[in-house]
Structure formats: structure tokens, C-alpha cells
């Protein structure tokens, strides 16, 4: 079950681009993070406890290595990119110096290399932003959507009853005209909750609206048409 949930959750964030933010999100701070650790460690040798080194060589190799592998995961914005090749570039020289037994000029690369890694969680925390600020407009579009539907529905049904009520010569209006008037305040709320998501849509709301106001005028007057 566990693989089952993990096998589903890979795949998820293939075909969702938020999720894939948030997994590289996730990985470049665990990256940061051992960055820093392997820094730290390589500042204690002093440059000079070099048997220390090939173990920290081995962990910034490591460090490259999963830097490359978040580099190529599919990710909806390529801004992270660069600062992650620049990152992973950094790593490698880092890597070398140790191997090379030059732990203070190693220091100087992982110090580039966690710059570059910070500048790529900004530009995912930014796309990740980005993201979820459009999916709360759709959510927002497709909630306006099914307001009007019902506001449709309920402006037909006033409709109809004036128009019954005109055939059997009732000329009580004024719980018709009750229904109506509630319906147009709903249209305005609809119609200002969506003007910056979607003009043409708010537009049309509007031209709802107006119509809305002309069957009141007809309501009011007793002249609803036959």
C-alpha cells in the first residue's frame, strides 16, 4: 500500500504543476540545508585537517548529484534553471578543492552554491505563488458560474409565474416583484466579484442585470408580455 501511495503521489506531481513545485520546493531547502552542514564542516578543518576531506568531498558529490537530479525533473517554469546549474557548478569546483585537499577554496564554492540554490526556492516560491493565486481565481470563476446558473434558473421562474399569472388575469404582482428584486442584488455581487477575473464575463452580468430591471418596470406596470 505504501509503494501503491508513493507510485501515486510520483504521478501526481508529474501532471500537477503546483505539486511539482512543491516537491522541488522541498527538496532545494533539504539541499540548502546540507549545503550549509557540509560547509560548516569543511570550515573546522581550517584547511588543514585534511584527512577530514575525502568524506566531505564524498558529501558535496552528493550534494551535486541531487542538485542535477532537481534540475531535470519536469518543473512548469524553467527561472530555477540556471541558479541551479550555477548551483550544481559550484558543487562540483567544491567537490575538487577537496579532493584536492584546498578545504578553504572549497569554502568559497559552497558558499556560491547555497547563493545560487536560495535564488532557485525564490523563483519557485514565486511560480508557486503564481500558481495558486490563478487556481483561486478559477475557483472563484467557476463558483460565479454556478451562482449565475442558479440566478438563471430563478429569474425563469419569475418569468414564468408573471407570465401565468398574466393569463389568469391575477394582477397580484408584489410577491413576484418581492422574488425579483432579490435576484438583482445577487447579480451585482456576481457580477463585482468577477470584474477584474473575467471584464467580458462581468459585462454580460451587467446586461443580465438590466434586464432583470426591465422585467420589474414590467412587473410594476402589470405589462409583462403575453
Known sequence: KAVDEQ???EEKAKSDPLEAVKKA???????IKDQKDTKEKTEQTKGTQTEKMPNLAKEEKSLAKRTEAVKNAPLPDD???EP???AKEAMDKASKALDDKKGMESVKNQTEAIKKLEEAKKALDEKRAEIEKR???IAKLEK???????LAKEQQKVGDEARENDKKGD???KQLQKEQSEIKPEARKVAEDVKDLAPKAAEKIDQSGEKMEATS???EKKELDR
Open 84 to 86: 541551479l546549474t550555477k
Open 135 to 137: 487556481r483561486d481565481q
Open 144 to 150: 460565479a458560474a454556478e451562482k449565475l446558473d442558479q
Open 79 to 81: 527561472k530555477a534553471q
Open 217 to 219: 418596470e414590467k412587473l
Open 7 to 9: 507510485i501515486a503521489k
Open 25 to 31: 520546493q522541498a527538496e532545494i531547502e533539504k539541499l
Open 171 to 173: 394582477d397580484d404582482t
